[in-house]
């Protein structure tokens, strides 16, 4: 196990958890603070749903085919032109770092 970097109340994470890897492909990871979603749902069986403001989603399961999802905390980033943006941007420095 990897050593702690940064020590939250009541949690540890640990630097394989958040991906710091130097040539590491771009990832964000998120905290989910069970607060509500709202997101198109699609499965491998081809059922497709709207989920609209649901609480606490941190597993969604099929209603088609059963199958159990686990909602991921880690989030592939696709690296964009400024033209491929809405305008809502945040602005990362070294400085954000806690660690």
């Known amino acids: 196990m990897t050593s702690p970097v940064r ?8 630097q ?3 991906n710091a890897e130097t040539g590491a492909p771009a ?3 998120m ?8 997101g198109d749902f699609r499965c ?8 609209c403001d649901a609480s606490f989603v ?3 399961r099929c209603g088609g085919c059963g199958s159990l999802y686990q909602m991921p905390h ?3 980033l696709r690296k964009v032109t400024e033209e491929g943006t809405s305008g809502c941007t945040y602005d ?7 660690g």
Request: aromatic share 12%.
């Open 7 to 14: 020590t939250h109340p009541g949690r540890v994470l640990y």
């Open 16 to 18: 394989d958890e958040f």
């Open 27 to 29: 990832s964000i990871f």
């Open 31 to 38: 905290q989910w603070k069970g607060t509500d979603i709202c």
């Open 44 to 51: 491998e069986c081809g059922l497709q749903v709207h989920i």
């Open 58 to 60: 941190y597993h969604v």
């Open 74 to 76: 880690t989030l592939p």
């Open 92 to 98: 990362v420095s070294p400085e954000d770092n806690d």
